[in-house]
């Protein structure tokens, strides 16, 4: 039956594609590296410190004392824990972060292999990675951990949503899902620009994604003590941060090559457009930074509700906008203007919600005033 | 070497189905059907179905295991929930018995033939899928809103037992 | 993304890239456990192996169950997902259709698809279920 199908590759490809491979890890890791000092040093200065100085010229070296630090310490699996679940699931967390860079390219042509459903295969393969935390929760045998396991299966699934119907409507405005067409797509203009609902709903997903603040309520140290990750030390804890680096630097990768042009810019040609696809990524890197060193931490009911009541709608109507305009073939500018009208509405619920009096406080205090209202008759009757 | 690939996925496929069933750990069961359902996807892509491979990993791999998941952290049980012989097992030997009698003849009877690669491209899915089973298409969206109304009402039924 | 173009090579060039990912990934991840395993310190204690908690001692864990308002979060998640794998051939192929064969049906198709979901959305909605229970 399937003699027929000759599933060949030669030897020289097969080793390509592992050296390919090795070297995308290596890579990632460097850049996992650049990510913690560049992080620590970013977030230093928002908060008007310096940030690491004491190892090599500007801390440069704090990432290595890092690395080193966390192999050389001693990997503590809990006697109560559930050991193989508790030794699988940072590599399963991992294994996805990694399986996505697959086909992320750098520019036309610095990709390991380039899939024809490029965006289908990123999405797929994230979804696994949310497995491996709720695991690693369920593994520990600590209570922390598995609210923190729970709390973060919750959040990731609610913003999955989001980013696909976002990553579908820029499909349809490239008419691919190749990472590689879509750039391409973008040769007249940036879909930012027809897109910026789009990008938004992305960034704030992706954030959500990758468990950045504000949305890092399932692992926050001063709330449930660091959640699926609090049994965890030594090689493992760094796994799982390695994975988180690795994803952080995929969601801003993905931001870049669905809407902001990708490697394309002037000056640089060929290969030499990589530098202009790190430098937009490193940009997105740094306002995630920006974010984390801005705003307070949301609550989980916050989260939640924000998830399924602005992103799931909004980016529902991002992928009916996108349709309209592409079917009854409507001007750019008016999908512009429908997505900044969205873009305005989506503001405005966040702008409302951050400044209209909350109900928790509203409850704390009608039950105040009730207390004192009962109160008051009492000692009013007793001075008549 | 696509028989060895295609072996070794099977292999892997039979060997998470029987974790499934063997396993005394829930959750290792569910890490076997993980294992089973990605094998699969595997297999599709022997067959050239590489729409349907990423299908398996998200909708099985990913979302209906991180639904199993919650399920079993649903069940109210004490002790870490271990799976008990129950008395159903002869049931469900007799209906997988007879699951199996009729899948077999039927692929007996309708024989594929394998000589050339059913490249089912991915336009070539989304073009039939969307004019000539359009009809299905709007029905599997009536089937995802049953399936929804269902687990809100379940959940608020729990709710109110409580 | 043209079918005809389909090339044997390249399906199995880019499906073993995919594959071999996954190896690679386990091998660094192996390699660095058994690094982190030679080279740590292990002092093992009776207490250092106890699970953590917030200044009292650790009670024997038991599985706690969740609320069953989680699982309906994951059912949505579910069907949000099914509706995405449909999404994904469509927002391909219905402007080729439309131009190359004048075939209008995907469209008003998938608008109706939506429509049904967008009313499930809604009844969640109303239904107050998207509310976070404690």
């Not at chain 1, 879909?191 to 960034?203: D, I, K, T």
């Not at chain 1, 994975?243 to 995929?250: D, G, L, V």
């Not at chain 1, 349709?323 to 009208?341: E, G, H, I, N, R």
């Not at chain 3, 044997?8 to 880019?14: I, K, M, R, S, W």
């Amino acid at each position: 039956m399937l003699e027929a199908i000759l599933l060949t590759i030669s030897l020289d490809d097969f080793i390509w594609i592992i050296v390919g491979l090795f070297a995308m890890f290596t890579c990632l890791s460097i850049v996992v590296l650049s990510l913690t000092w560049l992080e620590r040093k970013v977030l230093g200065r928002l908060q008007l410190r310096l940030g690491p100085t004491r190892t090599g010229p500007m801390g440069l070296m704090q990432p290595i004392a890092d690395a080193l630090k966390l192999i050389l310490k001693e990997d503590i699996v809990p006697a109560s824990s559930e050991k193989a679940l508790f030794w699988v699931a940072p590599v399963i967390v991992v294994i996805s972060a990694f399986m996505i860079w697959v086909t992320i390219p750098g520019t036309q042509t610095a990709v390991i292999q380039n899939l024809d459903l490029g965006l289908f295969y990123i999405i797929a393969f994230s979804v696994i990675g949310i497995l491996g935390l709720v695991l690693a929760g369920w593994g520990s045998a600590n209570k922390y951990g598995t609210l923190g396991g729970l709390r973060a299966a919750a959040q990731l699934i609610s913003y999955e949503i989001p980013i696909i119907m976002v990553a579908i409507s820029v499909a349809m405005l490239a008419q691919s899902l190749d990472l590689r067409e879509i750039v391409d797509g973008q040769n007249d203009y940036i879909y930012v620009f027809v897109q910026p609902l789009g990008l938004v709903l992305f960034f704030i997903a992706g954030l959500a994604e990758v468990g950045r603040t504000p949305f890092d309520i399932y692992f926050a140290e001063s709330e449930i003590v660091g959640g699926p990750f609090v049994e965890y030390s030594g090689a493992h804890w760094s796994v799982f941060f390695l994975a988180e680096y690795i994803n952080t630097f995929a969601i801003a990768a993905l931001m870049v090559i669905l809407f902001l042009g990708g490697w394309s810019g002037p000056v640089l040609s060929g290969n030499w457009e990589i530098i202009w696809f790190l430098g937009k990524v490193y940009v997105v890197i740094m306002v995630i930074f920006w974010v984390r060193g801005t705003f307070p931490r949301l609550r989980i009911d916050q989260l939640m509700a924000f998830a399924w009541k602005v992103m799931v709608p909004m980016s529902f109507l991002s992928v009916v906008m996108t349709a309209v305009y592409q079917f009854y073939d409507w001007p750019a500018w008016s999908l512009t203007a429908m997505s900044s009208a969205g873009l305005a509405v989506v503001g405005l619920l966040i702008f409302k919600k951050m400044t209209a009096p909350s109900k928790l406080v509203a409850e704390v205090k009608a039950r105040r005033e009730a207390l004192e209202a009962q109160r008051r008759p009492a000692a009013s009757g007793g001075g008549d | 070497m696509a028989w060895f690939i295609f072996i070794s996925l099977a292999v892997l496929t039979i060997a998470g189905a029987l974790g499934v069933v063997v396993a005394r750990n829930v959750v290792h069961a569910a890490l076997a059907l993980l294992v089973s359902l990605i094998a699969v996807a595997g297999i599709y892509l022997v067959l050239f179905a590489e729409f349907l491979a990423l299908v398996q990993v998200l909708i099985y791999g990913g979302a209906i295991i991180i639904v199993l998941m919650f399920a079993i952290m649903l069940t109210r049980n004490t002790d870490y929930p271990k799976i008990s012989d129950n008395k159903q097992w002869p049931l469900a030997a007799l209906a997988a018995l007879a699951f199996l009698g009729v899948l077999a003849p039927s692929f007996i009877i309708n024989r594929v033939e394998g000589t050339k690669s059913h490249n089912a491209s991915f336009e070539g899915i989304g073009e039939s899928l969307f004019t000539t089973w359009a009809v299905p298409f709007e029905i599997a969206s009536l089937v995802l809103l049953v399936a929804l109304i269902g687990a809100i009402i379940i959940a608020r039924s729990d709710e109110e037992e409580n | 993304m043209t079918p005809d173009t389909f090339s044997v090579e390249l399906f199995t060039q880019n499906w073993t890239a995919v594959a071999l990912s996954a190896v690679v990934a386990a091998m660094a991840i192996g390699g660095m456990f058994a690094a982190s395993r030679m080279l740590s310190a292990r002092r093992h204690s009776e207490e250092k192996l106890t699970t953590y908690e917030c200044g009292i001692p650790p009670s024997p864990y038991t599985w706690s169950n969740i609320n069953v308002r989680f699982y309906i979060f994951a059912i949505l998640f579910l069907i949000f997902d099914v509706e995405a794998v449909f999404l994904f051939p469509w927002a391909v192929i219905f402007m080729q259709e439309k131009i190359n064969e004048a075939n209008t049906l995907p469209f008003y198709a998938m608008m109706m698809f939506l429509g049904v979901l967008a009313f499930a959305i809604i009844y969640a909605w109303k239904k107050g279920v998207l509310e976070w229970q404690k």
